[in-house]
């Protein structure tokens, strides 16, 4: 999702001490609250957790006492978990027609320009401002710094920029302080800092990878406590008060109604936590209690609910921004648990299917969009956010019930199509925030506060899924239209820009690289030009912010 953002107090770094990791465990072990035996247990954990009890407790929704264990220490086998996959992560690059790998040689270059510039003008800072050739911080991400550089870590290493990758790794070794003191999105940080990290783990088994992950998700887990252990949306990372409902750790946002949390935003933590608990021996929180418990209108998931009370604040559906992530992160969670987590993928199935019945609409000139819901009024309106629906439908569609199978992958091929109708219709061939279909208007912006387009990846993550899943051509081929488009509207001189206005061909550029240019668009477009066992979809499932975090490869045999 994409949120207004609250003024945080940026704070000055100071120099981050080492992690320690059994004070390290000991916390995540106090403040982690466990709803029920932990749902995954990679490969690499499974011999090593000697003796290890994890009692679970009752999901009362309330924080509970410390969960006092003991065990011998824990180590993560990580050559284990690597025999575990059934793909080099590299792929093993078998022959190919020369015109793919030169396109694919293309998105590497790009990849190389954006990260020369950032290293250039920005390094350290959180992302790089193309046309002043300066750095940007923000107030996203509590005073941590350098979000370009963990979010790109993984892509470097996947397009072989192995220079690039030393360098990003030796900032993180040498640079990246974690001893900050302001107020972060949890959702930001969790997707891009810890889902970064993990991934460049995962990837590459540096133990600073790992250890860096461990220590910011420590920092992450007050935010936990609140009466229904759903956390809020801002959380001061330089407090670490681990109380029953602790004062002044965590607010919600200011401009969410009547202090509530964001559907979005405490729906896309559970596929990195899961991946820390793995990491670090320890059980993680478990939020779906509350989802289920709570009644859904007309079997709908609003996007606003109270951490308090666990009730719904008002009844604003999205598949977009505030929505968006949360189903993803279902159907994720089912794949990530080698297809264990039957809670994750029931809930799926059931808020697809509402979906479906309430929100998936034809226009006049027949394409498939997904509306927004406003407590029973629909709204004809999807943004780009929503695009990435159409990979998300594709991915489940294989694991529906067997009549159904066809029917979802036809709705995500349409709705990826309309995604592409949005693009193909405006003249720079890049989409809009945001397009609508009402008063004569299809896929196009109606207003001008909708007309931007800020390097976002969703679009070509939809061709990225549907190419892999179809082999149809046509997806290559949109993807290399985008190609195109952006490196005649948005490359400039030092690096790439979102640009203002889409429906012109001189458009003005918004003087931003986001991170999740070099983490997403460009990763997803350059899988789409990859064979298929390049991050396979058999090992791995991609974080909202594209960073790969492997399946738990349960059947595994050492
Ligand atoms: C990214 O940070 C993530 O994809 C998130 O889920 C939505 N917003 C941006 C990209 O548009």
């Not at 479906?356 to 027949?366: D, F, P, Q, Y």
Request: aromatic share 10%; hydrophobic share 35%.
């Amino acid at each position: 999702t994409d949120l207004p953002r609250s003024p945080a107090a940026a704070a000055e770094p100071h120099h981050a001490s080492p992690a320690a990791p059994r004070r390290l465990r000991e916390k995540l072990r106090t403040a982690a609250r466990m709803a029920g035996p932990p749902a995954h247990t990679a490969p690499g954990s499974r011999q090593q957790v000697q003796g290890g009890e994890r009692r679970a407790q009752p999901a009362s929704g309330a924080p509970l006492a410390a969960a006092r264990e003991t065990r011998a220490p824990f180590r993560f086998d990580y050559e284990r978990f690597r025999r575990s996959l059934c793909h080099p992560v590299r792929g093993r690059q078998p022959g190919e027609d020369p015109e793919t790998r030169a396109r694919r040689m293309k998105i590497k270059e790009m990849m190389k320009f954006a990260w020369d510039n950032y290293k250039q003008y920005a390094l350290g800072k959180n992302e790089l401002r193309p046309l002043t050739k300066n750095g940007h911080i923000g107030n996203m991400f509590g005073g941590l710094r350098g979000a370009t550089v963990i979010d790109a870590l993984d892509t470097l290493y996947i397009m072989e920029l192995e220079e690039e990758f030393q360098e990003a790794k030796k900032w993180v070794e040498k640079s990246f302080d974690l001893n900050v003191n302001g107020e972060a999105s949890l959702f930001e940080v969790n997707i891009r800092y810890i889902g970064g990290l993990l991934a460049a783990y995962y990837l590459t088994g540096e133990e600073v990878f790992k250890s860096k992950a461990l220590e910011l998700g420590e920092k992450l887990l007050p935010a936990f406590n609140t009466p229904t252990g759903i956390p809020r949306g801002v959380i001061n990372l330089g407090r670490q008060d681990t109380r029953p409902y602790s004062i002044g750790m965590s607010w919600s946002w200011g401009w969410a109604s009547a202090g509530s949390s964001i559907l979005a935003e405490f729906g896309t933590l559970h596929l990195e936590f899961l991946h820390l608990s793995e990491l670090s021996g320890n059980p993680v929180m478990n939020i779906r209690k509350v989802l289920n418990r709570v009644e859904k209108p007309q079997g709908l998931y609003p996007n606003f609910l109270s951490p308090v009370t666990g009730n719904w604040v008002q009844h604003h559906v999205s598949i977009g921004g505030l929505g968006d992530s949360f189903y993803e992160y279902l159907i994720k969670s089912w794949l990530m648990s080698d297809k264990k987590d039957s809670e994750a993928k029931k809930m799926y199935d059931d808020a697809l299917e509402a979906i479906e019945k309430h929100l998936v609409k034809k226009s006049a000139g027949g394409l498939t969009y997904i509306a927004e819901w406003r407590g029973g009024i629909l709204d004809h309106k999807m943004g780009h956010l929503a695009c990435f629906s159409g990979g998300m439908i594709a991915l489940g569609a294989e694991h529906a019930r067997e009549e159904r199978k066809q029917h979802f992958m036809d709705l995500a091929a349409e709705i990826t199509n309309t995604c592409h109708e949005s693009y193909a219709r405006s003249d720079t061939k890049l989409g809009p925030e945001a397009f609508r279909f009402d008063a004569g208007t299809e896929a196009m912006a109606t207003r001008l506060s909708e007309r931007y387009y800020i390097l976002r990846p969703e679009v070509v993550e939809s061709y990225m899924y549907m190419w892999r899943l179809t082999h149809d051509p046509k997806y290559r081929q949109w993807g290399w239209e985008v190609v195109k488009a952006l490196e005649k509207h948005c490359r400039v001189e030092a690096g790439f820009s979102g640009i203002r206005d889409v429906y012109t061909t001189t458009p003005t550029h918004d003087n931003m690289q986001q991170s999740f240019f070099l983490a997403e668009t460009l990763k997803y477009l350059y899988l789409l030009f990859c064979e298929d066992d390049v991050l396979s979809l058999d090992d791995w499932v991609f974080n909202t912010e594209a960073h790969p975090l492997p399946v738990n490869h349960t059947n595994f045999k050492a």
